[in-house]
């Protein structure tokens, strides 16, 4: 007689969760597609659900222990981790913590947004998990269409996305004081190895972090375009080396490029210029501040020297 399993097996939201008894993998397929409800001829991988392991091997299989948790999963669905809470100390094991299966179903069709809006719903904490993207996208939505997926008055819905951007801005504002000081380390490095360089050189050169998705019509990165079309101030949400790429380009580039007007393009390119000038004051003001900490240093170590000189009693016969 052919030895059977006990185990669970459970979909990629992990909403719908069935014990099975199969004596075979093949079998767990199966009956987990029946039990879930995938159409029998829907092609579905198995995997660990503790942590993403694809089970394809049948000795392997039968070799896990029972009761262990199966997750099928179709063609275009992967595998994520339980996203965790208070530091990651607790799991968001709560019903209400899982988004509603026909939100996140992938042949729903549903917006991106509209999930981030659900996970918002079921718990505001979640707002600290979120990428930048995805808060830029719920930022982007129309009051009125936020408010109604999240069941929220307008009023509401508009605090909230004030407070998604409050978000984003501190963000980009941790990224321009890490920015600035890798500028101000760079120039000091600079000054010790007697290898400045004009200050112009190479401003239309940006080093592109990996993975990046580039725009090959404009040559900005994607998020560089993202934030240049948002709401609010962009100029302070960009990097150093942003600015410069975006002022030398000039308005006449960066109207094809953002689809604006003269007037509008004018305007944002002021305040680029404006934010990189007061950026660049400050970078000299601590390059200041650095060379008059190292001439006195200087001065009173030769002060230093030359009293210790005067001190010195004179030798000779008496």
Same mark, same amino acid.
């Given at each position: 007689?052919?030895?059977?399993? /006990? ?95 026909? =939100?996140?179903?992938? =042949?729903?069709?549903?917006? /991106? ?33 936020? =408010? ?42 600079? *000054? ?41 101030? /962009? ?39 404006? *934010? ?43």
């Amino acid at each position: 007689m052919t030895e059977v399993k /006990p185990c669970k097996v459970c979909n990629f939201t992990r909403q719908k969760s069935y014990g099975l008894v199969v004596p075979s993998l093949e079998q767990l397929k199966i009956k987990g597609c029946e039990f879930l409800g995938f159409s029998a001829d829907a092609p579905v991988s198995v995997v660990l659900e503790d942590d993403g392991t694809i089970v394809e091997d049948e000795a392997y299989f039968l070799c896990l222990p029972t009761n262990t948790k199966f997750m099928l999963l179709h063609e275009k669905e992967t595998w994520s981790a339980v996203r965790r809470i208070d530091g990651g100390t607790a799991w968001m094991t709560r019903e209400s913590m899982v988004l509603e299966a026909d =939100a996140v179903d992938s =042949a729903s069709g549903a917006e /991106p947004w509209r999930i981030l809006a659900q996970q918002l719903k079921q718990d505001l904490a979640s707002i600290i998990l979120m990428s930048e993207a995805e808060l830029q996208a719920l930022v982007d939505i129309p009051c009125p269409e936020l =408010a109604s997926a999240l069941g929220f008055q307008e009023k509401k819905a508009e605090q909230l996305q004030e407070t998604l951007q409050r978000v984003l801005d501190r963000r980009e504002e941790e990224r321009q004081s890490k920015d600035l000081l890798q500028l101000y380390l760079k120039a000091v490095e600079r *000054e010790d190895t007697q290898e400045m360089e004009p200050s112009q050189e190479g401003a239309g050169d940006v080093d592109m972090p990996d993975g990046m998705e580039v725009d090959s019509a404009s040559g900005f990165m994607t998020r560089t375009l993202m934030v240049l079309k948002g709401k609010t101030s /962009p100029e302070t949400r960009l990097s150093t080396e942003e600015l410069q790429m975006v002022v030398s380009r000039g308005v006449e580039t960066m109207e094809q490029v953002l689809g604006w007007d003269r007037e509008r393009t004018s305007g944002l390119l002021q305040a680029c210029e404006a *934010e990189l000038t007061r950026r660049l004051q400050q970078v000299q003001a601590m390059h200041s501040l650095s060379s008059h900490t190292q001439l006195d240093g200087n001065q009173q170590s030769n002060e230093k020297s030359a009293k210790d000189s005067q001190d010195t009693p004179a030798t000779g016969s008496k």
